[in-house]
């Protein structure tokens, strides 16, 4: 990892093990509905300006083609930080992050995170020679890895959104919660909506259109973010059951969200969401097989049972 001083900002260069290609996440954010801070960037751009949580303005300059702008309170810390991720060379990306000096490093670590740079990926290509079905989808975004939640805290608090709810319902009942009590960070050229801190979530009311039994489980799960409970690298080094078991015990969180926080929040790659029922049922289909071999496929992508659910949920292909 090397640190480079520019116009206010810190690029910082990481170099990534395994494939991987910024346009072909700056492609699959434009296909895919617009979720709270993440946006894909094509053509010149540039970091333009954060707003501090403190309201104060920070200008900033920098960019590069087919970027990824990333917005997302930084865990531990909360303050606000914004990150523009662009690709230097091959297996090298550059991450020009705006963030309060301290958070520097927590703030890349974090980019990297959500966009699973953080992932030794050099063994997936013998998991794809493996299985020509998910090898397929794959072929369909080279370059691409699993794009996560900003947080194991944001994953959990769409968990609690999305109960009994379709994931676009979710979706826009979570930006309406990001544009009143979270930060409006522009950055890129774009401006992104990013989802509030533990702190800034506070006491919803029914204007939200959220009952009040969820609207009392995201204050729970704000508290237990302050208090480290859903730290996304914490739960990456438990063992997945412990993690799961962990999470389970927040009130509102069953084996779907906790599956999900783990995995697309924590970030953690070899965990397989069996409790999803819509991507079982499609494995099902394309592998033309019952339980017993459902577990069977997913066990031949070990270690990355994570990416292969990524790419049956939300890659695309023609299956003509």
């Given at each position: 990892?090397?640190?480079?001083?520019?116009?206010?900002?810190?690029?910082?260069?990481?170099?990534?093990?395994?494939?991987?290609?910024?346009?072909?996440?700056?492609?699959?954010?434009?296909?895919?509905?617009?979720?709270?801070?993440?946006?894909?960037?094509?053509?010149?751009?540039?970091?333009?300006?954060?707003?501090?949580?403190?309201?104060?303005?920070?200008?900033?300059?920098?960019?590069?083609?087919?970027?990824?702008?990333?917005?997302?309170?930084?865990?531990?810390?909360?303050?606000?930080?914004?990150?523009?991720?662009?690709?230097?060379?091959?297996?090298?990306?550059?991450?020009?992050?705006?963030?309060?000096?301290?958070?520097?490093?927590?703030?890349?670590?974090?980019?990297?995170?959500?966009?699973?740079?953080?992932?030794?990926?050099?063994?997936?290509?013998?998991?794809?020679?493996?299985?020509?079905?998910?090898?397929?989808?794959?072929?369909?975004?080279?370059?691409?890895?699993?794009?996560?939640?900003?947080s194991a805290y944001e994953a959990a608090c769409w968990a609690v959104v999305c109960h009994?709810?379709?994931?676009?319902?979710?979706?826009?009942?979570?930006?309406?919660?990001?544009?009143?009590?979270?930060?409006?960070?522009?950055?890129?050229?774009?401006?992104?909506?990013?989802?509030?801190?533990?702190?800034?979530?506070?006491?919803?009311?029914?204007?939200?259109?959220?009952?009040?039994?969820?609207?009392?489980?995201?204050?729970?799960?704000?508290?237990?973010?302050?208090?480290?409970?859903?730290?996304?690298?914490?739960?990456?080094?438990?063992?997945?059951?412990?993690?799961?078991?962990?999470?389970?015990?927040?009130?509102?969180?069953?084996?779907?969200?906790?599956?999900?926080?783990?995995?697309?929040?924590?970030?953690?790659?070899?965990?397989?969401?069996?409790?999803?029922?819509?991507?079982?049922?499609?494995?099902?289909?394309?592998?033309?097989?019952?339980?017993?071999?459902?577990?069977?496929?997913?066990?031949?992508?070990?270690?990355?049972?994570?990416?292969?659910?990524?790419?049956?949920?939300?890659?695309?292909?023609?299956?003509?």
């Amino acid at each position: 990892m090397t640190a480079l001083a520019e116009r206010g900002l810190v690029a910082v260069e990481v170099e990534v093990r395994g494939d991987v290609d910024v346009a072909e996440y700056a492609a699959h954010l434009a296909r895919t509905p617009q979720r709270c801070g993440i946006t894909g960037i094509t053509g010149i751009t540039g970091i333009d300006n954060i707003t501090d949580a403190d309201g104060s303005a920070r200008d900033t300059d920098g960019g590069a083609a087919s970027s990824v702008a990333l917005a997302f309170p930084v865990e531990r810390s909360w303050s606000y930080a914004a990150a523009l991720v662009s690709q230097s060379a091959p297996g090298v990306v550059r991450i020009e992050a705006a963030a309060v000096a301290e958070d520097v490093h927590a703030t890349v670590a974090q980019a990297c995170r959500i966009l699973s740079f953080d992932v030794d990926g050099t063994g997936f290509p013998s998991v794809l020679a493996c299985d020509p079905v998910l090898a397929r989808r794959v072929r369909a975004g080279p370059g691409l890895r699993p794009v996560l939640f900003g947080s194991a805290y944001e994953a959990a608090c769409w968990a609690v959104v999305c109960h009994r709810l379709r994931v676009s319902q979710a979706d826009a009942l979570v930006r309406r919660i990001a544009e009143r009590r979270g930060r409006r960070l522009r950055i890129g050229g774009r401006e992104v909506v990013c989802f509030p801190a533990p702190g800034d979530l506070g006491d919803l009311d029914s204007s939200y259109r959220l009952s009040a039994v969820k609207r009392k489980r995201l204050a729970a799960v704000a508290e237990a973010a302050v208090e480290g409970v859903l730290d996304s690298a914490r739960l990456r080094r438990l063992p997945i059951g412990t993690a799961l078991e962990e999470v389970r015990r927040l009130p509102g969180i069953g084996p779907f969200s906790a599956e999900l926080v783990v995995g697309r929040g924590a970030g953690h790659p070899d965990l397989f969401p069996r409790a999803e029922s819509h991507l079982t049922t499609a494995l099902r289909r394309h592998y033309d097989t019952d339980e017993p071999g459902l577990a069977a496929v997913a066990d031949l992508w070990r270690p990355y049972r994570g990416w292969g659910a990524f790419f049956f949920r939300e890659v695309t292909i023609d299956e003509q």
